[in-house]
């Protein structure tokens, strides 16, 4: 049997719809256990769930890292620190926090691979590079994304956040860079591309030409010859700035829809109709 995967995130009530359809689609393939930051509102709305452990920290989501905004930048940095509180809750019971980012979505399950490394004590964390191809841009946000982390290691989470709340000051990219630059003298491994498939991996001229990757092999959804695992980009949240994953979304979408359609795919289909629940319940 399975071991429970201790997943942990942050949802507010901006980011209700969007983290219900992450939960929806993991646990499709896998037990999950959630540790999740939350709001007043968001902790009231997730209150049902047995399977959900609410960590109420955030006082407000009035805030954005997409805009030129001081506070709105300063409070978009306290909301997100509340995520290494669900990290530590999750480590605490079960020796290890998986992070997720809430505007993401799983297609297919975890690795058995992926899941071992996890569960390994000798890996203190598990990382996903950008993967950009583009190194002057990864040199001002980061290489590793912050979206799609596992710690084992509660010292380098220590120090990931430690070095994360002082960001500014050390002229780095919220608590996206720490990462890369506390990981120096720890054991990690790299999640591969067909993890964690960002929207910032097919947007500029020179890696464009990978969403010709994305297709659908018996009835799922593929990575060029890998199981694509899960996508990450905002599928409802209303934004303050333009929604550059926007083109992924609808490509991924499509393919979901060319699944169910030529391959009767009931996960998809179940997704798709998840989707469109919350949606509405967003209107």
Known sequence: MERVIPACSVATKKS???????????????????????????????????????????????????VNDPVKNRLFLELIMTKFDAMEAAIEKYGVGFFVDSDMFFVNPLEKRFLDLLWNKDVDAILSPHMTNNLGLETQVGHF??????????????????????????????????LQFTSYEYLTVNAPIYYNIGWWRFNEQHNASRLQWLREENGRVMLQNKPAICFHAHTMKSLDYNNSGLFLVQKVFDLMVKCINEHGNKDYKDLLEKYNELNNQKS
């Open 16 to 66: 209700l719809t969007e983290f219900e359809l992450l939960k929806f689609s993991l646990e499709q393939y896998h037990n999950v256990e959630w540790f999740v930051a939350t709001d007043d509102y968001t902790a009231k709305a997730l209150s049902h769930y047995k399977n959900v452990n609410v960590i109420n920290k955030i006082k407000t989501d009035d805030c954005s890292h997409g």
């Open 145 to 178: 994304n912050v979206g799609f982390f596992a710690v084992r290691n509660k010292n380098y989470l220590e120090q990931h956040r430690d070095m994360s709340w002082k960001s500014k000051e050390l002229g780095m990219y919220y608590e996206q860079q720490p």
